[in-house]
C-alpha cells in the first residue's frame, strides 16, 4: 500500500464519485482508472442526516475557496479580497479572516494547525481579526475573534509557537483549552 497526495479539488472529486459508508479514495479510483465494479459516474445521492449538533441537507461538495466565499457571506456584508501571501486568508476595509478547512464528512473531531505568520501578519493589521474553522463537507464552521483565542492561549499557558486545534464536534469544545465553542458557530446556507 502506497501513500499519496492530491489537492482539495481532486479531493472533492473523488468525494463526490464515492459511495457513502461504502467507498474509499481507493476503490474510487480502482472503479474510474480500473473500471472495477459500480458506477463511477453516478455520485451518492443526497440525503438528510443528522449530525451531533447541526440537523442539515448534504450538497455537492465544495472547493475550501468557494465554502471560504459562502462562509464570509453568511457573516460579513463587505465584499472580501484575499490577503495575496496566504491561499486562505481575505480581508475587507474592516475585517480579516483567515480560514481553516477540515473537509470530511461526518468526523466527530477536527484538527487543525494555527501556525505563527499569519496570525502575527493578522495582528499588525488594523482591522478586526477572526479565525474561521470550517468543516464545508457539512457545512458549518466557528468563527472566532483573534483577540479571544490569544487570551485563551495566553491563560492557558500555552508555550508552543503553533496552536494545536482540536474540536470535538459532538461538544462543540475545543480540547487543548477546554473551551466551548456553540457561540461562535455557524451554518452555511449554499445558493
Not at 480502482?30 to 445521492?45: F, Q
Not at 456584508?77 to 486562505?88: A, E, L, N
Not at 470550517?134 to 490569544?150: K, Q, R, V, W
Request: proline fraction near 5%.
Amino acid at each position: 500500500m502506497r501513500t499519496i497526495e492530491v489537492d482539495d479539488e481532486v479531493y472533492d472529486f473523488l468525494r463526490r464519485k464515492a459511495e457513502i459508508f461504502v467507498d474509499t479514495p481507493n476503490t474510487v479510483l480502482r472503479k474510474l482508472l480500473l473500471k472495477e465494479g459500480g458506477d463511477p459516474t453516478t455520485s451518492a445521492p443526497s440525503t438528510n442526516l443528522q449530525t451531533n449538533h447541526i440537523t442539515q441537507k448534504r450538497v455537492p461538495a465544495t472547493s475550501s475557496e468557494d465554502f471560504a466565499r459562502l462562509c464570509w457571506r453568511t457573516k460579513f456584508s463587505s465584499q472580501p479580497r484575499k490577503v495575496s501571501r496566504y491561499k486562505t486568508m481575505w480581508e475587507s476595509d474592516s475585517n480579516i479572516v483567515y480560514f481553516q478547512n477540515y473537509n470530511k464528512y461526518g468526523s466527530p473531531n477536527l484538527w487543525y494547525r494555527l501556525h505563527p505568520s499569519p496570525l502575527e501578519s493578522m495582528r499588525s493589521r488594523n482591522k478586526r481579526a477572526w479565525i474561521c474553522f470550517t468543516n464545508p463537507a457539512e457545512n458549518f464552521g466557528y468563527l472566532i475573534p483573534l483577540e479571544e483565542i490569544d487570551k485563551r492561549v495566553k491563560s492557558s499557558g500555552w508555550d508552543r509557537d503553533e496552536i494545536e486545534v482540536n474540536i470535538d464536534v459532538a461538544n462543540a469544545r475545543w480540547r487543548e483549552f477546554a473551551w466551548c465553542l456553540k457561540q461562535f458557530e455557524f451554518k452555511v446556507e449554499h445558493a
